[in-house]
């Protein structure tokens, strides 16, 4: 339950002014009064693209010590902290590619601009920090959909009460507040730190 709790809320906070964010934006002022087609498709896109990060993290987990492993960990969620603060653009490009429906594009351009995306990398880092790569993968997924159904369905609306500034410094808080706790071999009773 931890992993699962754990993944939840960093991707949730993490993906607030992101670029797969912003996607869901112009997706859904895109193809409007096709929520629920734009909503499946983030949500099989996220799906696989954090199945296989989790389990790049298992992976890369099980090759390197658990001291060499605590420091990249702690040290990539300073990282993720530091670019956490960058705000995110999104090219129209990236959407323009892809003209197949509603489902399609959205399942084609979630999949791909999650690619090395903050979350995505966050995800490969929850891997290796758990054992549980199903709770990993269903925690930041679901992270992932807090955030993005929001996006869709209520898209500029949400956008004008929620200031993205001060949600990517409570993003790079919590992103810095797991890597020191990792770093310092602290555990709060949560075993976030317990490598």
Do not use: C
Not at 93 to 105: C, D, I, W
């Amino acid at each position: 339950m931890e992993a699962f709790l754990t993944s939840l809320s960093m991707v949730a906070v993490a993906e607030i002014g992101d670029k797969t964010q912003l996607l869901s934006f112009v997706l859904a002022a895109r193809y409007r009064g096709q929520h629920w087609a734009i909503i499946a498709g983030i949500l099989l896109a996220t799906i696989g693209n954090h199945a296989l990060a989790a389990f790049s993290g298992g992976w890369l987990a099980a090759q390197i010590s658990p001291d060499i492993l605590r420091w990249i960990l702690g040290l990539s969620f300073l990282a993720f902290a530091a670019w956490a603060l960058v705000p995110d653009t999104l090219d129209d490009e990236e959407t323009a590619k892809f003209r197949r429906g509603a489902f399609v594009t959205t399942l084609i351009a979630f999949f791909f601009a999650e690619m090395g995306d903050k979350t995505q990398l966050a995800t490969i880092a929850l891997g290796a920090q758990y054992t549980s790569l199903l709770a990993v993968t269903m925690g930041t997924t679901l992270g992932m959909m807090v955030a993005n159904v929001p996006a869709v369905l209520l898209g500029e609306k949400l956008a004008q009460r929620f200031t993205l500034n001060k949600m990517r410094f409570v993003a790079a808080a919590l992103f810095a507040a797991f890597g020191l706790l990792i770093l310092f071999k602290i555990d709060l009773g949560l075993g976030i730190a317990g490598l």
